[in-house]
């Protein structure tokens, strides 16, 4: 624990906890002038914490954290308003708990100090894949090249030079991989197949698996029977598995991709009134602690769940002198809502449900289909249901294995 001794390191770890305090201070902010909405409106888009916000004829009254107030100034700019500050009421008894118990606070946080330093050093290897003989001879070559627990996060090797070692020490590797989890190293191994040769690869045509206008063809192995702009049902053949001339056939396996214009006609229907969350400005936050996969319950530090609300989840991660710390704060921020409903237009509803269709569309040509053309063929609004019928032209590769034996030839 020598960087106990070091005024820096000290000095970095208090500046630290000012900033916890100063986060934990709250101020509130009376704004005079026509232009309070506005400030309000801007320190919301920057998704500022507000609490308590108040519009009494035209003074607005609001609580924000005193780390945040260089954000008020940014948002006040060139609006003409005038701003006063006062303390907020928790502040005071924050203030003053921390002073009665300043003995109780120092001893937690010079702990929290050789907590945190423990975390440069690793202190569990777990060596995962392989068999056991590998894990084990793995674990000594580590050791040897000084790879073992107990060892600052800094001494380590690289990932690269300590998979060079176990690459020329271990030849059944075939990969591996490092990961620094807090005091914990993890390392993967993975060993070569030594299987004997794999079984021939069955002889094939490649078929249509649907019916469409051939566009493009590409052999990697076979023999084309079909040319471009020639139209194809499902299951008929489009690269033969048999290659030379005729009476000197080899049977093969036909590989390669055949692109194809198809056609689809989707209908998709949605409600025309939609209903949806207007924010009333009221805001209070959720947190809990989470090491490693085991998470405390989540405390609110304000008050009590709203009745219609909507929820945001953020995780903070914590680094101390380049390392990352093995436990993180997850924040859930809850947001007062109220319900409204919304008309949609005509331009908002086919943007919707247009993009539903083509991702239905998409989804059945495994990802490698292209829309060429998008049509409303139909649209009709029905008991307040709007409904679309919308066509289809794509471009995707139709082309599927189909094994055959040789007594067969199909």
Not at 116 to 134: H, K, M, R, S
Not at 148 to 154: C, E, F, P, V
Not at 328 to 347: A, C, G
Request: hydrophobic letters at 35%; one cysteine or more; aromatic letters at 8%.
């Amino acid at each position: 624990m020598n960087m106990l001794l070091f005024p820096e390191t000290l000095k970095k770890y208090f500046l630290m906890v000012s900033m916890m305090i100063k986060k934990l201070l709250r101020v509130r902010v009376e704004i005079k002038g026509e232009n309070g909405s506005l400030i309000l409106s801007r320190l919301l888009i920057d998704r500022i914490h507000l609490k308590d916000i108040v519009n009494d004829s035209g003074n607005m009254t609001f609580v924000m954290h005193y780390s945040e107030l260089h954000k008020l100034r940014k948002a006040a700019r060139h609006t003409g308003c005038s701003i006063s500050l006062s303390r907020e009421g928790k502040n005071s008894e924050i203030l003053t708990s921390l002073k009665s118990n300043i003995s109780s606070v120092m001893a937690f946080f010079i702990s929290l100090i050789i907590f945190l330093n423990a975390f440069q050093y690793i202190w569990t290897i777990d060596i995962t894949g392989a068999n056991p003989e590998i894990r084990s001879e793995a674990a000594e070559v580590l050791t040897k090249n000084g790879v073992r627990t107990g060892i600052r996060h800094s001494d380590l090797l690289s990932n690269q030079e300590s998979a060079a070692i176990l690459y020329k020490e271990i030849e059944q590797l075939s990969w591996t991989d490092f990961e620094l989890k807090g005091s914990k190293l993890i390392v993967s191994l993975r060993e070569k197949d030594f299987l004997a040769d794999q079984e021939d690869e069955k002889n094939a045509h490649l078929v249509a698996s649907k019916t469409g206008t051939v566009h493009t063809i590409s052999v990697s192995s076979g023999t084309p029977v079909v040319k471009r702009d020639e139209v194809v049902s499902k299951g008929e053949i489009l690269v033969s598995g048999y290659i030379g001339r005729e009476g000197y056939e080899k049977a093969v396996t036909a590989k390669g991709t055949v692109k194809a214009l198809t056609w689809y006609t989707v209908n998709v229907s949605m409600p025309q009134i939609k209903k949806g969350n207007k924010f009333t400005g009221q805001t209070y936050n959720k947190y809990a602690l989470k090491i490693d996969s085991f998470t405390t319950p989540f405390v609110s530090l304000e008050r009590d769940e709203y009745n219609r609300q909507i929820r945001s989840t953020d995780e903070k991660r914590f680094t101390l002198f380049g390392y990352e710390l093995p436990f993180q704060i997850i924040k859930q921020e809850y947001k007062e809502v109220s319900e409204e409903e919304m008309t949609l237009t005509s331009d908002q509803y086919k943007e919707v449900l247009t993009t539903i269709a083509a991702k239905d569309v998409l989804s059945v040509t495994d990802g490698n289909g292209q829309i060429l053309e998008e049509k409303i063929l139909h649209e009709d609004i029905e008991n307040g249901k709007v409904k679309l019928t919308i066509f289809y032209q794509v471009i995707e590769n139709i082309a599927e294995t189909k094994p055959f034996t040789e007594e067969t030839r199909e």
